[in-house]
């Protein structure tokens, strides 16, 4: 009986020394994992330009071993960038359209993407403007030589400031004096270098500018709600570390940095 007390006893402690060793390798190979170095591609609208190189600088000091890598324009251009298979691990949109026809097109999962922020339209004019311009319907006057707003096709806040203009019956006879960019951090440097009397801009880019200062704020009535949906690239390579970007920029600590930039959460 003793001896085979004995016996159980090694038995026991062999499993155990093995269950001890198997914990230990699984806690090492998540650390590995945790550890491991990648580069991941952002495609992001330009109005998110300085509050995402901000929190770039933030998420170094909490996962130092990937590096964010951004790509800014206009929502437009960065959804036929990936759609034509340029390389990109996640996608922040200004428009929720831009997102959807990636999802409709199979290139994002519907389940890995998600409404992150709210922005507001407003009109902008330089500082030194003597010109006061109270809402939409003083466009008309020969005190506005140009209006600065972004290619409605690829610009977000170029469509919204179409249709609010196209709601107050303007945007036909305004043809002649509009100027289009790029995307919107184009507009906000045509009025901040006085190349443009007004310009129709995210609240976000005039609130970065000491150039320029708001007009008047835009009727929210009259343009669809300004929403920036995120969502990982199906191709990407970094799944993982995607993800957790992804998760990352819904976190207080994040979310923290873009309302200072005047962005909101979703619902607020």
């Known amino acids: 009986m003793r001896m085979w007390r004995k016996s159980l006893l ?5 499993a155990l020394i093995a269950v001890a060793a198997a914990c230990g390798n699984d806690t090492e190979s998540k650390e590995a994992a945790s550890a491991e170095k990648a580069e991941l591609t952002v495609s992001a609208a330009a109005s998110l330009t300085d509050a995402l190189n901000d929190i770039k600088e933030a998420y170094a000091n909490v996962v130092p071993n990937v590096t964010i890598t951004y790509n800014f324009g206009a929502s437009g251009a960065l959804q036929k960038q990936i759609e034509e298979g340029a390389p990109a691990d996640l996608f922040l949109s200004a428009a929720t359209k831009n997102m959807k026809a990636l999802v409709d097109k199979g290139l994002i999962a519907s ?3 998600t409404t992150l922020l709210n922005n507001e339209l407003v009109a902008i004019v330089p500082k030194d403007n003597a010109a006061k311009i109270s809402g939409v319907s003083e466009l008309t006057s020969d005190a506005v030589t140009f209006i600065a707003v972004g290619i409605p096709d690829s610009v977000p806040a170029g469509q919204y400031a179409k249709d609010s203009l196209t709601q107050a019956g303007l945007w036909d006879s305004l043809q002649s004096k509009l100027v289009q960019g790029k995307d919107v951090k184009q507009v906000l440097q045509y009025v901040e270098t006085g190349n443009a009397d007004i310009g129709f801009v995210y609240k976000t880019d ?3 500018s000491d150039k320029v200062e708001v007009a008047f704020a835009v009727d929210p009535a009259t343009y669809t709600k300004i929403e920036y949906p995120i969502g990982i ?4 390579t970094h799944s993982e ?3 957790a970007f992804y998760d990352y920029l819904q976190t207080e ?5 873009f309302t200072q930039y005047g962005f909101s959460a979703p619902n607020n």
């Open 253 to 257: 600590e994040a979310m923290n940095i």
């Open 10 to 14: 090694a038995v026991l402690m062999v």
């Open 233 to 236: 690239v199906k191709a990407t």
């Open 111 to 113: 389940d890995r993407t």
């Open 241 to 243: 570390q995607a993800q």
């Open 206 to 208: 005039a609130l970065v």
